[in-house]
């Protein structure tokens, strides 16, 4: 079983709309949690960090369910610049991340 | 915000030659360093965590003969891929983290290896 998994997608949706991605882990001792944007042929860029609490930036929602072990991202009112591939990382007690596969985005407009 | 650079950003060598990459944060002191690899479509694979003045630590399946990591100064780590052939054309990813932080790491541009 992979350490961290996501569906790869791809998610295509109508600019405007609403998607969310999940992303499991399987060490239950994994400290820290985020989510990355990763454009074509670029390296990935740090979109927010995950909170138990659940945070938000903007348009963006992170949460963590520690119980079940899966961290989420929302994104609302989708733009065509959103379009990427999102990439969840996990930090366990190693200090070192370790990331999903990514889940591709194309918004149309 | 903390910037970290890569040479070259792309590369295309024959079979058999061994390129460089390195890696610079420039406007911090990292003491460690980590070197990933991405493969088309999939996600970033660490290869090494490399600790300024000592020893790289390898992941394992990652031949530490093939892909050698010097981090000789809190700015720079390099990573030599030697005998390059053409399964070793990939993505090569650092990120570097702050001396002085305990999480924030920062990424390279990456560097594209094509092996003829």
């Known amino acids: 079983r992979k350490e961290v998994e996501q569906d790869p997608g791809p998610f295509n949706v109508p600019e405007g709309a609403t998607v969310a991605f999940n992303c499991t882990y399987s060490n239950s001792a994994s400290q820290s949690f985020f989510w990355y944007r990763q454009d074509c042929r670029k390296e990935p860029k740090l979109l927010m960090s995950v909170y138990s609490s659940g945070n938000e930036d903007g348009r963006f929602t992170a949460q963590l369910n520690r119980a079940s072990q899966y961290i989420s991202l929302l994104i609302r009112d989708s733009k065509l610049s959103d379009s990427a591939t999102y990439l969840c990382?996990?930090?366990?007690?190693?200090?070192?991340?370790?990331f999903g596969s990514g889940t591709q985005l194309t918004v149309l407009p | 915000g903390a910037v970290v650079s890569q040479h070259p950003s792309w590369v295309i060598c024959k079979s058999g030659t061994s390129v460089k990459i390195e890696c610079r944060s420039l406007d911090f002191q990292a003491t460690t360093m980590f070197w990933y690899r991405q493969f088309p479509k999939q996600s970033l694979m660490l290869m090494a965590t490399?600790?300024?003045?000592?020893?790289?630590?390898?992941e394992q399946g990652v031949e530490k003969d093939k892909f050698l990591i010097n981090h000789a100064s809190l700015t720079l780590s390099t990573l030599t891929v030697t005998s390059a052939h053409p399964e070793d054309s990939s993505f090569y990813i650092c990120?570097?983290?702050?001396?002085?932080?305990?999480?924030?790491?920062?990424f390279g541009p990456g560097t594209r290896l094509t092996v003829l």
């Open positions: 990382a996990v930090r366990g007690s190693a200090r070192q991340l370790t």
């Open positions: 990120s570097a983290k702050e001396r002085t932080s305990t999480d924030t790491q920062y």
């Open positions: 490399s600790n300024e003045g000592s020893k790289a630590t390898y």
